[in-house]
């Protein structure tokens, strides 16, 4: 490492086998494990924060099985795991959606005599909620509070969505209250798959409800405009087919005040809600080349 006029210690090489294992693919992982190598080469003993960046690494790079041996390298060093170092490797199980791979090392985390933090149970409520399984992202949620944590918006919005997608808004609308109860504000990617949720079901009124609160809460501020073309093109098409043709007027001119005109029941966009679980969503970048492609030939 002095070659690149660094001084060699634990520290610095930590920082470069980090920023390999942040690029999240194969070649940020094969250059994470080399600094590891160059790490021990130059008579510096790896940390625990070496091994945690190396599963890091291989879990982002969808290596799982390779993430997980470098878990049992950590502990076979003689260095007791932290729930981070276990986080890590279930983010890389959650990434292979691979939910039951998530909930095995929260269990076997749990069994080493860890306590998971609300940010690894949130792993484990959202790639169960990811994969359409209900029940089991609401027993993770369960085993949350049971072990005294606490959920932040994170873990409704992940509940939420998951039922939202389901189709079954009361189950939603259920958790939003929930959600309430615990005093946890609500965000606007929370109000955002809520009007989905209501919009998808044909739930009009609902719909109109939580676009009034949403708007009286002010919560447009640093928006990506997918999400809102999303959340108002669907609340569009649900007012349109409930003829409400009021509201339709009424949220379109609202939308064009918030900086995002020119949007109808009939704009083609992107909504969570629609897809099947397990399916990937569109690439932006693949539409927009075909789109180039078609015009050059034209």
Known sequence: MEEEGVAASADSYNA??????????????????????????????????????????????????EAGKWLSKLAAAGIRPHMSAYSALMQGYARAKDPAGVRQILDWAVLEGLTPNAGSYNIAIRAFAEAGDAA?????????????????????????????????????????????????????PIYAAMIRGAAVAGRAEETSEFLEEMSARRLTSKIERSAWEAMIVSALRCFEKAGDQEAVERWTEYSEDQGFPDLSPDTKVFIPELQRFGQKRPQQKVARKEARQAKATE
């Open 16 to 65: 470069a086998i980090r920023h390999f294992a942040s690029l999240g693919n194969e070649k940020g992982a094969l250059a994470a494990r080399s600094w590891f190598d160059r790490m021990l080469e130059a008579g510096i003993s790896a940390t625990e924060e070496t091994y945690t960046q190396m599963i890091a690494a291989y879990a982002r790079a969808n290596y799982t099985d």
């Open 136 to 188: 089991s992202a609401e027993e993770m949620y369960k085993r949350l509070t049971v072990a005294g944590r606490y959920p932040d918006e994170k873990t409704f919005l992940f509940l939420i969505q998951c039922h939202a997608r389901r189709l079954d808004f009361d189950r939603a609308r259920a958790w939003f209250k929930e959600m309430l109860s615990m005093e946890v504000k609500p965000t606007f």
